[in-house]
């Protein structure tokens, strides 16, 4: 059964960081460009961060750019998002999700698994 289970999520003071994981199991990641979401509430899934299969593309929106960087280890069939200089306004879950090869934007619906998401706390 193919799975991603993402780790990493808690609460940190503004200006502080967080690494979060995206583990799979069931599949080898290989062959699937990795994005991460984040959904706060009251809003949409928010498309944040993507990395592609090979590892040669990565994308990042606005809202973190600068401040988060997405990387991959295929030897531990694991994505990683650093989180850098938080904000109470990156408060939210985190989801991962994967899709074959290359990030083409963030469309929920081209996204065939996702994890259960972690949750980020911003706060002082």
Same mark, same amino acid.
């Given at each position: 059964?193919?799975?991603? &289970?993402?780790?990493?999520? *808690? #609460? ?9 994981? %995206?583990?799979?199991? *069931?599949?080898?990641?290989?062959? @699937? !460009?990795? !994005? ?5 509430? *009251? ?5 944040? $961060?993507?990395?592609?299969? $090979? ?10 750019? *600068? ?11 694991? &994505? @990683? ?6 904000? /109470?306004?990156?408060?939210?879950? @985190?989801? %991962?999700?994967?899709?074959? @090869?290359? %990030? #083409?934007?963030?469309? /929920?619906?081209?996204?065939? $698994? ?9 706060? $002082?």
């Amino acid at each position: 059964q193919k799975q991603l &289970v993402e780790s990493g999520g *808690g #609460l940190v003071q503004p200006g502080g960081s967080l690494r979060l994981s %995206c583990a799979a199991s *069931g599949f080898t990641l290989d062959y @699937y !460009a990795i !994005a991460w979401f984040r959904q706060a509430p *009251g809003k949409a899934r928010e498309g944040i $961060s993507c990395i592609s299969a $090979s590892g040669s593309t990565t994308n990042y929106a606005d809202s973190v750019k *600068g401040r988060f960087t997405i990387s991959r280890d295929n030897g531990r069939n694991t &994505v @990683y998002l650093q989180m850098n200089s938080l904000k /109470p306004e990156d408060t939210a879950i @985190y989801y %991962c999700a994967a899709r074959d @090869y290359i %990030c #083409l934007g963030y469309v /929920p619906g081209d996204f065939g $698994s996702w994890g259960q998401g972690t949750q980020v706390n911003v706060s $002082s």
